[in-house]
């Protein structure tokens, strides 16, 4: 600060030494600038020292502070290095770990789908043996199904897909025939039930004509009965009469014939 101050002090001198009136007037700033007491010149020259000292501690200060940053750089970059090296490890164990999880669960899916695959294979044969009028194709699909041998769960899954679509599309067309069959089938059921309703009220129409004249006919036939029964009844009671009359005749004639005899007319029943 003070070379700053005293370079400034000759640049004015040396700027105004040009009249006499700037040299008269240089002469005096000079003589007021050196005209100290002895408190003053005891209060300049410790701020001359202490002006030094800071430039030397201003001088240490910054040598210490690069330093310090200097190091603080250097702790920064082996902390990054430390933190990239320890975030490796993390990773790569982490890593490690996902990827004996994943090879496990790769395991366990492989032996669920060959379980699942055997189970598909045993119940098809079952149902194909137990189902003999099932078609070959859906027999075929099931064993198909069973075979599988995919590596990839995706592949497995789409191709799961494919054929549950075309098994879907085939039940659909089946279920839709069906549907057609049904409803023939319960229109013809409808038909016969009308049929046999219609046919049932004639034939309970006849049957109704036919009691009433099996009635008419039994009436008649009991009214005949009982009229040759009467005509009997009354033939019997005449055909009485008439043999009582013939025997009183004959006692009455046998009377007067002294030949005859009761052995030649035998008794009536």
Not at 191 to 205: N, Q
């Amino acid at each position: 600060m003070s070379a700053i101050k005293s370079s400034s002090r000759k640049k004015k001198t040396t700027t105004e030494s040009g009249t006499p009136k700037t040299e008269l007037k240089r002469m005096t700033v000079e003589e007021d600038d050196f005209d100290f007491d002895a408190d003053q010149l005891k209060q300049r020259a410790p701020k001359k020292q202490r002006s030094t000292f800071e430039d030397d501690f201003d001088a240490d200060l910054s040598s210490d502070i690069k330093g310090l940053m200097s190091a603080l750089h250097q702790i920064k970059e082996k902390a990054q290095k430390d933190g990239q090296k320890k975030k490796e490890e993390t990773i790569s164990s982490v890593a490690t770990e996902i990827r004996s999880k994943f090879d496990e669960l790769k395991s366990k899916v492989e032996k669920e789908r060959q379980n699942f695959a055997k189970a598909l294979s045993k119940s098809s044969r079952e149902v194909c043996k137990e189902n003999p009028h099932l078609k070959q194709t859906t027999c075929k699909n099931f064993s198909t199904l069973s075979q599988l041998n995919i590596k990839t769960p995706l592949s497995l899954r789409t191709q799961c897909e494919n054929l549950l679509k075309n098994e879907t599309s085939k039940f659909q067309a089946v279920y839709e025939n069906f549907c057609k069959d049904k409803n023939s089938h319960l229109q013809a059921l409808k038909d016969i039930i009308t049929k046999y309703e219609e046919e049932k009220e004639r034939l309970f129409m006849r049957y109704e004509q036919h009691r009433k004249k099996e009635k008419s006919m039994i009436s008649e036939h009991e009214k005949a009965c009982a009229t040759k029964i009467s005509e009997l009844e009354e033939s019997l009671k005449k055909k009485k009469q008439d043999d009582k009359t013939f025997s009183i005749l004959r006692k009455t004639l046998g009377s007067f014939l002294d030949n005859a005899s009761d052995e030649d007319f035998p008794p009536d029943d």
